[in-house]
């Protein structure tokens, strides 16, 4: 999985145009520069969304509570497999798993909120898939440099561990170049700014407390301790993921209307 994301993030970023050197002496909020400053992002306040775009069947449900119970490994594949293609996928959210891992008061609750993630999800899809069309940045801050050390850092560590090189790491593990790597790390970036240049355009700004609830929710999703998150985690993933959430929620207020 890992090695088909970077792949396609490639892939679906390689239209921005894209230029470096020039300093960065813009400073601004938790990033430490002004996204806005960077990144051209088209008019899309007449961007049409239709409800078809974004209808949400029984099916849809189906399979997220399919792909929801399987992430958390709460069965073995065979019983999901065979749960969903008998239609008794809902049976196996039980009371227990209810109040362990969400916080609905009922089944039919979670499937309204279930609802309501996908309609959002739909609606961000149709929109970013309009940006990313016609954004672009001209050139990158200083940040980004440090972006993709942190990230190297990372990938060094777990090729010491491996007595292998983090080249080889890379090679083995996404089946890419190293500088085919660190290009996937730019793009990387590059995503965090037009989502960082979009918040700002919205005025959307995060909460003190958001990071660290982030922080425990990614580590309660993937099943580790916030160290180890944040050895992989950069502050700027950290934030983007914020911003990706608070994004999806008011785009789904504005073109849900």
């Given at each position: 999985m890992k090695k088909i994301l970077i792949?396609?993030?490639?892939?679906?970023?390689?239209?921005?145009?894209?230029?470096?050197?020039?300093?960065?002496?813009l400073n601004s909020d938790e990033y430490g520069f002004s996204a806005e400053k960077y990144v051209y992002l088209p008019d899309y306040g007449n961007l049409k969304i239709q409800p078809s775009d974004y209808a949400v069947t029984d099916d849809d449900i189906d399979r997220y509570i399919y792909f929801e119970l399987m992430s958390k490994n709460l069965y073995d594949n065979e019983t999901l497999n065979n749960a969903?293609?008998?239609?008794k996928i809902k049976q196996y959210l039980t009371r227990q798993i209810l109040e362990k891992y969400y916080s609905e008061k009922s089944l039919s609750e979670l499937i309204e909120t279930i609802r309501h993630n996908?309609?959002?999800?739909?609606?961000?899809?149709?929109?970013?898939?309009?940006?990313?069309?016609?954004?672009?940045?001209?050139?990158?801050?200083?940040?980004?440099?440090?972006?993709?050390?942190?990230?190297?850092?990372?990938i060094s560590s777990i090729a010491e561990t491996e007595n292998i090189t983090p080249k080889e790491y890379i090679e083995n593990e996404y089946n890419i170049s190293l500088s085919e790597y660190r290009e996937s790390l730019t793009y990387d970036f590059l995503e965090i700014m037009v989502i960082k240049a979009i918040a700002d355009r919205e005025g959307i700004q995060c909460e003190s407390s958001d990071y660290e609830d982030k922080l425990t929710?990614?580590?309660?999703?993937?099943?580790?301790?916030?160290?180890?998150?944040?050895?992989?985690?950069?502050?700027?993933?950290?934030?983007?993921?914020?911003?990706?959430?608070?994004?999806?929620?008011?785009?789904?207020?504005?073109?849900?209307?």
């Open positions: 792949l396609l993030f490639v892939i679906s970023l390689s239209f921005l145009l894209i230029s470096c050197g020039k300093a960065d002496t969903l293609k008998d239609g996908i309609q959002r999800d739909r609606i961000w899809d149709k929109f970013y898939e309009y940006i990313i069309e016609y954004a672009y940045a001209d050139y990158f801050p200083k940040q980004k440099d440090e972006y993709l050390k942190f990230k190297m850092d990372y929710e990614i580590s309660l999703d993937e099943g580790t301790d916030e160290d180890s998150i944040k050895k992989y985690y950069s502050k700027y993933d950290i934030y983007n993921e914020i911003y990706l959430d608070l994004l999806k929620e008011h785009m789904y207020n504005l073109k849900s209307r």
